[in-house]
């Protein structure tokens, strides 16, 4: 604000005998108007001169200052600080052109301690040798400074969710380092809202804050205890004297502090939270910035303390999330595990009953061979085929269970070896081609030229797949042709994109049947299954196949009109010179091999004999493991055929224990199995075995088997 005119009926200079040259009066004149306070200081600290900026700082008038000791503007834990400081200045002799700037403490009228910025210096006034300082009142400038320095460390605090008890008593500090002199406390309200906690006290005693901790409020509790209980804010300007601190005056006469202003912190509903107090050393009432310091106190220690329930009710339903989840885990895991104990429960029982009925089948397929061997007249013979067709069409759909099974357990393995597809079209040909004669079809086979000679892929797989769309065809036609093809329909990351189809002349699919013609146990209608029989499971499996193996399977049909169902499968093409899994037709002379046939089963020991004999072999017979190892023992053998399973000793352990015999070692072993899957394959291999086959298997695969594993001795 302007400054008036100084008032020149008196002079502001202590009384002095020497007399006012122009010079000096001009610079006194200008120091009446200063804005900054300027301070006289005599050898003997007392105040020659202050300017009126210097009444509004300290708010005393010049009457009382002219002449009055310096320590009167300080405060009295400061005063011999700064006697000690002039001291070590003097004896710098540091003089004139010199001048010092400082922060110091000062005292106002009131009490209040003031923080100012001053420059200063010895200097020659009226002829004496005095201290000239000017004053700068920089308390208002450093109150916004903490505020600021206060509430961004705290809402920093606060943001990055530090522990509550660490961002309280960062609010507490920031308040005193605004309001120096005084210090501050939190408490909070516990859970039952009758009594007060300490939330943050760090400048009061443990003996005070152990009194307070846990008061009751009321509305004889204190400033804090009182402004909870009434939800407002409550003014003890004299601990001393205020009736509401009875109970704990003698506590508070510990601290050394005369007054308590208290405010509660409320939530956003208005419920009390706690209360934020300030203590003062002085019988004060609080001023404007001081209000302004309590309630911005104790709204950013709402916050802290919301924010705190919140995380922590967060983490309490985190926890019960948590917990449920532990729970459900541990129910799916359960539920899991019985689920896999009851399709492991299936599987090893459809795995058990595919050998039980292949191992009788084995019997029926291989005696029917036997039979037709012998001079047959033409009704025997066509007895014969049928019972052949009728045996081979149940053995297909126990390999249709199976691997329905399989599919859904999650256990049938896709395998990718190189095989030869002009190969496997020529083996489809001759294995349908006197069903196809029989009613009159023609079978057509077409391969691209522009398809590679060898592909990667899984051939049993795929072979699978054509014989379902192959015998489909054959028994829904009664005339016409049939179109096998297998074409390129584009490239695939890693090879080629093959597109197989086969095109009939049967009785076709109209639209309902068309969409539900690839569901397991679904055919065309019910007459279909009453006309032709089936499970419907052929095509539920064959389009699972084609799925696993990253193909697409699909059918374009018309009722009357035929049906051509295809599939595309991306298939790689190996290097030139690796070998096809399609191997040359091996020779099949088995004559003079010497086999020890290992099979429990009676009757599929004769018909093993009779096999076997049939193509000039000579067999001897053991119904076990253990017996097997005895005749080892006693004659040699070029191969050995071994059941899987048979009581007393099965064959993998008799394999085992062959390959520990030095002597047995290099005999090869080659298992008869009703379970051709991988898993069974590795345990042959890893037991010692070279190879094995199928039951019940073909008579031309089993002579092929034995006469490239066999090793002739002497």
């Known amino acids: 604000m302007e400054r008036q005119d100084p008032d020149t009926s008196h002079s502001r200079f202590a009384p002095a005998d020497e007399t006012v040259n122009p010079g000096e009066a001009h610079f006194r004149a200008l120091w009446e108007v200063a804005r900054d306070g300027v301070l006289v200081v005599d050898a003997a600290n007392r105040i020659r001169y202050a300017n009126p900026a210097i009444e509004e700082i300290f708010g005393y008038p010049s009457s009382q200052l002219l002449g009055a000791d310096l320590a009167l503007l300080q405060p009295e834990h400061l005063r011999d600080a ?88 960062s609010i507490v500090l920031g308040s005193q380092m605004q309001l120096p002199g005084t210090v501050c406390s939190i408490l909070l309200l516990d859970e039952a809202r009758q009594h007060l906690l300490t939330g943050a006290a760090p400048g009061l005693p443990a003996t005070y804050n152990a009194v307070v901790h846990g008061m009751a409020i009321g509305p004889q509790a204190g400033s804090c205890g009182t402004a909870a209980y009434l939800n407002q804010r409550v003014i003890a300007e004299d601990i001393l004297c205020d009736p509401r601190w009875t109970a704990f005056r003698e506590a508070a006469q510990g601290t050394g502090m005369r007054s308590c202003w208290s405010e509660p912190i409320h939530d956003a509903d208005g419920n009390v939270l706690g209360t934020f107090a300030i203590y003062s050393p002085r019988v004060s009432t609080p001023r404007e910035r001081d209000i302004e310091v309590i309630t911005t106190s104790a709204h950013i220690a709402s916050i802290a303390i919301g924010r705190d329930r919140s995380r922590r009710a967060l983490q309490a339903l985190h926890a019960s999330l948590e917990s449920q989840v532990a729970n459900r885990t541990a129910e799916l895991e359960k539920a899991m595990a019985l689920a896999r104990d009851a399709s492991r429960a299936k599987s090893e029982f459809v795995s058990n009953m595919s050998h039980e009925i292949r191992t009788p089948m084995h019997s029926i397929i291989g005696l029917t061979h036997l039979v037709r061997q012998l001079p047959l007249d033409e009704r025997q013979a066509d007895y014969m085929d049928k019972l052949d067709v009728s045996a081979r069409h149940l053995l297909r759909l126990v390999d249709d269970i199976l691997d329905f099974s399989k599919i859904e357990a999650g256990k049938l393995e896709i395998e990718r070896t190189i095989f030869n597809l002009k190969g496997m079209f020529r083996a489809l040909a001759a294995q349908f081609e006197d069903n196809a004669a029989r009613k009159g079809i023609r079978l057509n086979f077409q391969v691209d030229l522009r398809l590679p000679d060898t592909l990667l892929g899984d051939p049993a797989r795929i072979n699978q797949v054509l014989l379902n769309f192959v015998s489909n065809a054959i028994k829904f036609s009664d005339a016409g042709d049939i179109h096998v093809s297998a074409g390129l329909a584009g490239e695939a990351p890693d090879g080629i994109l093959l597109r197989v189809a086969v095109t009939d002349a049967g009785v076709g699919l109209d639209d309902a049947q068309r969409e539900r013609i690839f569901t397991a146990f679904e055919q065309g209608d019910g007459s279909i299954t009453r006309r032709y029989g089936g499970t419907g499971l052929g095509l539920a499996i064959s389009k699972q196949l084609i799925g696993m193996m990253g193909g697409e399977v699909g059918v374009d049909s018309r009722r009357g009109e035929g049906s051509t169902f295809w599939f595309t499968l991306p298939l790689g093409v190996p290097a030139e010179s690796a070998p096809a899994t399609t191997l040359p037709v091996m020779p099949h002379d088995i004559r003079g091999l010497r086999i020890l046939l290992v099979e429990d089963n009676d009757l599929n020991q004769m018909v093993g004999r009779e096999l076997l004999g049939l193509g000039g072999a000579i067999v001897t017979v053991a119904g076990n493991g253990a017996a097997a190892l005895e005749i080892l023992a006693q004659q040699p053998f070029d191969i050995v055929l071994m059941d899987m399973q048979m009581p007393v000793m099965d064959g993998l352990e008799a394999a085992r224990r062959m390959q520990a015999d030095p002597a047995l070692r290099g005999i090869p072993v080659v298992a008869m199995t009703a379970n051709a899957e991988s898993e069974e394959r590795e345990r042959c291999l890893a037991a010692g075995m070279v190879d094995f086959v199928s039951k019940p298997f073909a008579v031309d695969e089993l002579y092929a088997t034995i006469a490239r594993r066999a090793k002739p001795g002497p």
């Open 82 to 169: 700064h006697r000690q400081g002039i001291r070590r200045y003097l004896q710098t002799r540091q003089r004139h052109r010199d001048w010092r700037s400082i922060r110091m403490t000062g005292l106002h009228r009131d009490g209040r301690e003031l923080q100012l910025e001053i420059s200063f210096n010895q200097v020659i006034v009226d002829g004496h040798s005095v201290f000239a300082g000017f004053l700068r009142d920089i308390t208002e400038q450093q109150f916004e400074e903490a505020r600021e320095r206060a509430r961004a460390q705290t809402l920093l605090l606060v943001a990055t969710e530090a522990p509550l008890p660490e961002v309280l008593e």
